[in-house]
């Protein structure tokens, strides 16, 4: 497994920008892929965005398409979220996550999670 530590977090208001920082540690992403879920309190975990480490393809929630950008940084072992056009209902603890999978938005197939970064979008 590779240990993930998630940043940048925060409290906006809505139409506001952040960017979400993902650092892997213990092994590099390598051949896999990158995710970001996200949960609301009373809510199941959701997909939000997923990318892959190697060829960069990436596969995004149609929740948060044309607003939020996933990338990585391979020298960094790093991948990021740019979440921009915020809106209230983006709040949720966002988490980071990898797998071995193909570009999956499904959660049970990722292995390795972050401890999650709280992002509040006030109105």
């Known amino acids: 497994q590779v240990q993930l530590v998630e940043s940048g977090g925060g409290l906006v208001q809505a139409g506001d920008s952040l960017r979400l920082s993902c650092a892997a540690s213990?092994?590099?992403?390598?051949?896999?892929?990158a995710g970001w879920f996200r949960q609301a309190p009373g809510k199941e975990r959701e997909f939000v965005a997923a990318?892959?480490?190697?060829?960069?393809?990436?596969y995004y929630a149609d929740s948060v398409k044309g607003r939020f950008t996933i990338t990585r940084d391979t020298t960094k072992n790093t991948v990021y979220l740019q979440m921009n056009s915020l809106k209230p209902e983006d709040t949720a603890v966002y988490y980071c996550?990898?797998?071995?999978?193909?570009?999956?938005?499904?959660?049970?197939?990722?292995?390795?999670w972050g401890q999650g970064t709280q992002v509040t979008v006030s109105s």
């Open positions: 213990g092994r590099t992403f390598g051949r896999s892929t």
């Open positions: 996550a990898a797998t071995m999978a193909e570009r999956t938005a499904v959660a049970a197939l990722y292995d390795s």
């Open positions: 990318i892959s480490w190697s060829y960069g393809s990436t």
